[in-house]
C-alpha cells in the first residue's frame, strides 16, 4: 500500500479522477481510506441523480413558452454592439453612404436569383414562396449542421407515442411520428427550426448502424415545386440533393415530412418506410 | 421586448443553447430550491441569452455560458431576497466542517437508504453555490473546469468547496438516516409501546 497522503488529499479535492495520473490510480486502488471514500462519494453522487428534483426536465408548458419566444425573434440582422460614436472620417462617412446601396444591390440580386428573375412585385407574403426545394436544401444543410454538432438529440426517447407527445408539446402544432417498418430503431428527437417554421426532428438507427433523420413542418404555404418527384405507394414523393445528402419529402396530412439520410444517397426504399401505411 | 436575430442566428441559438434548458431549470431550481422561483428565473434567463446570444463567438460552450447566466440570475434573487446581499450565498461551511472533527464515515449504504425529504433537507442547508456546484459536477458530471467557469470561482476554489460540501452533505445525510433507523430500531424492540398515530 502506498501510505503517501499527498495522494489521498489530491483524491479527496478530485474524486471523479480528471486530474489523476497513474501513481494517483494506483494509489486509490489500494489505499482503504481512499477506496471508503470513493465508494462514499459514488454513492452520494449516484443518491443524487436519483433525486427527482435534480434530474426533473423543464416543465413542457414552459419549454413551449420559451420555445415560442425564440421563433417569435424578428428576424434579421442583430443591432450591433453599442460603440463610441466617432466623428466619420470623410472616407469612412463615403464608405458608409455606400453601404446601403450596396444591401439594396444584395437584396435585389438575391430576389433575382430566388425567383429565376421572377419579378413578381404583387407576391403575397415571404413565407408564401417556401418550396419544396428550399425544404430539400434546408433540411439538407440541417443535417450537414447536425452532423457537425455531433450531440443532435435534445432527449433520448425510444417509444414512438411519448416522442410524439413530447414534441407536440413542445411545438405550435400537433406532430405524430409515423409508424415505421421493420429495420429502424428509434433514439430520440429534439425541436428545430427550419425552412423559416418551427420543425419536428426524430432520428431512427438503421439495421446496419446508419442513422436517418425525419423532419416535420406545417405544409401551409408550401409550394410542391423545386424537385423531382414519383409516386411510391400512391404517395408523391419529391427527392433532391444538397450538401452531399439527399432528401425525400412528402406530405402527410398538415405535415410536410422529410427523410434524410447521414451521407450520401438515401436509398428509395427507406422513404417508402415512412411513408403513411395502406397508401 | 425580444431580441432581432439571424436566421442562422436563431438556427445556432437552437443547436447550442436550446438542449441545455434542462439543465438551466434544474440550476435554478437546485439553487432557489422554489420550482415557481425557478420558473422565472429561468424565464428571465432564456430571455438574457437570447439578448446576449449575438455577442457569442462560436465555439464558445454554449452551456456554460447559459449556466453563468442562470447562476447571475440566482445571486440576484437571493440579494433581492430580504435584501440580504451576499450574505451565505457562498459560505466556505470551515465551521461546520471544523464542527465534523475528522473525516465522517463515508459509508454508501447510509446515503443509498436516504429517503427523498432527506436529501431535501441537507440540499437546502448548504450554500447556494455549493448546491449549485454539486448539482454541476456530481449530478450533471460537468468537469471542474467546466463548472468553475459557470460559477466564476477558480477551479481550486471549487475543488475544494466542494469537498467540504460533500462532507457537510455526507455527515448530515449519516446523522437524518440514523436517527430514522435509530428510531426505527426502539419502535420495533419495544412493542408493548406502540407509536402514537394520533388516535384521541
Given at each position: 500500500?502506498?501510505?503517501?497522503?499527498?495522494?489521498?488529499?489530491?483524491?479527496?479535492?478530485?474524486?471523479?479522477?480528471?486530474?489523476?495520473?497513474?501513481?494517483?490510480?494506483?494509489?486509490?486502488?489500494?489505499?482503504?481510506?481512499?477506496?471508503?471514500?470513493?465508494?462514499?462519494?459514488?454513492?452520494?453522487?449516484?443518491?443524487?441523480?436519483?433525486?427527482?428534483?435534480?434530474?426533473?426536465?423543464?416543465?413542457?408548458?414552459?419549454?413551449?413558452?420559451?420555445?415560442?419566444?425564440?421563433?417569435?425573434?424578428?428576424?434579421?440582422?442583430?443591432?450591433?454592439?453599442?460603440?463610441?460614436?466617432?466623428?466619420?472620417?470623410?472616407?469612412?462617412?463615403?464608405?458608409?453612404?455606400?453601404?446601403?446601396?450596396?444591401?439594396?444591390?444584395?437584396?435585389?440580386?438575391?430576389?433575382?436569383?430566388?425567383?429565376?428573375?421572377?419579378?413578381?412585385?404583387?407576391?403575397?407574403?415571404?413565407?408564401?414562396?417556401?418550396?419544396?426545394?428550399?425544404?430539400?436544401?434546408?433540411?439538407?444543410?440541417?443535417?450537414?449542421?447536425?452532423?457537425?454538432?455531433?450531440?443532435?438529440?435534445?432527449?433520448?426517447?425510444?417509444?414512438?407515442?411519448?416522442?410524439?407527445?413530447?414534441?407536440?408539446?413542445?411545438?405550435?402544432?400537433?406532430?405524430?411520428?409515423?409508424?415505421?417498418?421493420?429495420?429502424?430503431?428509434?433514439?430520440?428527437?429534439?425541436?428545430?427550426?427550419?425552412?423559416?417554421?418551427?420543425?419536428?426532428?426524430?432520428?431512427?438507427?438503421?439495421?446496419?448502424?446508419?442513422?436517418?433523420?425525419?423532419?416535420?413542418?406545417?405544409?401551409?404555404?408550401?409550394?410542391?415545386?423545386?424537385?423531382?418527384?414519383?409516386?411510391?405507394?400512391?404517395?408523391?414523393?419529391?427527392?433532391?440533393?444538397?450538401?452531399?445528402?439527399?432528401?425525400?419529402?412528402?406530405?402527410?396530412?398538415?405535415?410536410?415530412?422529410?427523410?434524410?439520410?447521414?451521407?450520401?444517397?438515401?436509398?428509395?426504399?427507406?422513404?417508402?418506410?415512412?411513408?403513411?401505411?395502406?397508401? | 421586448?425580444?431580441?432581432?436575430?439571424?436566421?442562422?442566428?436563431?438556427?445556432?441559438?437552437?443547436?447550442?443553447?436550446?438542449?441545455?434548458?434542462?439543465?438551466?431549470?434544474?440550476?435554478?431550481?437546485?439553487?432557489?430550491?422554489?420550482?415557481?422561483?425557478?420558473?422565472?428565473?429561468?424565464?428571465?434567463?432564456?430571455?438574457?441569452?437570447?439578448?446576449?446570444?449575438?455577442?457569442?463567438?462560436?465555439?464558445?460552450?454554449?452551456?456554460?455560458?447559459?449556466?453563468?447566466?442562470?447562476?447571475?440570475?440566482?445571486?440576484?434573487?437571493?440579494?433581492?431576497?430580504?435584501?440580504?446581499?451576499?450574505?451565505?450565498?457562498?459560505?466556505?461551511?470551515?465551521?461546520?466542517?471544523?464542527?465534523?472533527?475528522?473525516?465522517?464515515?463515508?459509508?454508501?449504504?447510509?446515503?443509498?437508504?436516504a429517503f427523498d425529504d432527506e436529501i431535501c433537507e441537507a440540499l437546502q442547508a448548504l450554500p447556494p453555490?455549493?448546491?449549485?456546484?454539486?448539482?454541476?459536477?456530481?449530478?450533471?458530471?460537468?468537469?471542474?473546469?467546466?463548472?468553475?467557469?459557470?460559477?466564476?470561482?477558480?477551479?481550486?476554489?471549487?475543488?475544494?468547496?466542494?469537498?467540504?460540501?460533500r462532507k457537510v452533505l455526507f455527515a448530515r445525510l449519516r446523522d437524518s438516516v440514523g436517527a430514522r433507523?435509530?428510531?426505527?430500531?426502539?419502535?420495533?424492540?419495544?412493542?408493548?409501546?406502540?407509536?402514537?398515530?394520533?388516535?384521541?
Open positions: 500500500m502506498n501510505p503517501d497522503h499527498r495522494f489521498c488529499s489530491l483524491i479527496h479535492a478530485d474524486p471523479h479522477g480528471e486530474s489523476w495520473d497513474s501513481a494517483v490510480r494506483a494509489h486509490a486502488a489500494v489505499c482503504p481510506a481512499c477506496t471508503a471514500f470513493l465508494r462514499g462519494v459514488a454513492a452520494l453522487s449516484l443518491r443524487l441523480k436519483a433525486y427527482p428534483a435534480l434530474n426533473a426536465p423543464m416543465p413542457p408548458s414552459l419549454r413551449a413558452r420559451l420555445r415560442a419566444q425564440l421563433a417569435a425573434c424578428p428576424e434579421g440582422p442583430a443591432a450591433p454592439p453599442a460603440v463610441r460614436r466617432q466623428a466619420p472620417a470623410p472616407r469612412r462617412a463615403m464608405r458608409r453612404a455606400l453601404v446601403p446601396a450596396a444591401l439594396a444591390a444584395t437584396l435585389v440580386l438575391g430576389v433575382m436569383l430566388g425567383h429565376n428573375f421572377d419579378f413578381g412585385f404583387s407576391r403575397a407574403p415571404a413565407e408564401v414562396d417556401r418550396t419544396i426545394g428550399m425544404y430539400i436544401q434546408d433540411v439538407t444543410h440541417d443535417h450537414y449542421l447536425i452532423e457537425r454538432i455531433g450531440r443532435p438529440l435534445e432527449v433520448a426517447i425510444t417509444e414512438r407515442g411519448a416522442l410524439s407527445d413530447w414534441l407536440s408539446a413542445s411545438l405550435s402544432f400537433p406532430f405524430e411520428l409515423p409508424r415505421t417498418r421493420a429495420g429502424f430503431k428509434l433514439q430520440g428527437g429534439r425541436v428545430w427550426h427550419t425552412v423559416g417554421r418551427l420543425a419536428a426532428m426524430a432520428a431512427c438507427e438503421t439495421d446496419g448502424g446508419g442513422r436517418v433523420i425525419l423532419f416535420a413542418v406545417p405544409a401551409a404555404n408550401l409550394e410542391l415545386r423545386g424537385a423531382g418527384s414519383s409516386i411510391i405507394g400512391g404517395t408523391r414523393v419529391f427527392s433532391g440533393n444538397g450538401w452531399e445528402r439527399e432528401a425525400r419529402v412528402w406530405i402527410d396530412g398538415d405535415l410536410a415530412m422529410a427523410l434524410v439520410a447521414m451521407e450520401g444517397e438515401l436509398p428509395a426504399a427507406w422513404a417508402e418506410m415512412f411513408l403513411p401505411a395502406g397508401l | 421586448m425580444l431580441p432581432r436575430l439571424s436566421a442562422t442566428e436563431k438556427l445556432r441559438f437552437d443547436a447550442e443553447i436550446v438542449p441545455h434548458l434542462d439543465v438551466l431549470h434544474r440550476m435554478a431550481r437546485s439553487v432557489c430550491g422554489d420550482a415557481d422561483v425557478a420558473d422565472d428565473i429561468a424565464q428571465e434567463s432564456f430571455l438574457k441569452a437570447l439578448k446576449g446570444f449575438g455577442g457569442l463567438k462560436p465555439g464558445t460552450n454554449g452551456r456554460s455560458w447559459l449556466a453563468r447566466i442562470v447562476h447571475n440570475a440566482c445571486r440576484d434573487h437571493w440579494r433581492s431576497k430580504a435584501g440580504r446581499g451576499d450574505e451565505g450565498w457562498d459560505d466556505e461551511l470551515q465551521a461546520e466542517v471544523e464542527a465534523l472533527g475528522a473525516e465522517p464515515d463515508w459509508q454508501p449504504g447510509i446515503i443509498r437508504d453555490r455549493w448546491r449549485a456546484s454539486v448539482l454541476l459536477v456530481d449530478v450533471e458530471g460537468w468537469t471542474y473546469e467546466e463548472a468553475a467557469e459557470s460559477l466564476e470561482i477558480a477551479p481550486g476554489t471549487l475543488r475544494s468547496g466542494l469537498h467540504r460540501a433507523q435509530v428510531g426505527a430500531r426502539q419502535a420495533t424492540q419495544a412493542p408493548n409501546n406502540p407509536p402514537d398515530h394520533g388516535e384521541a
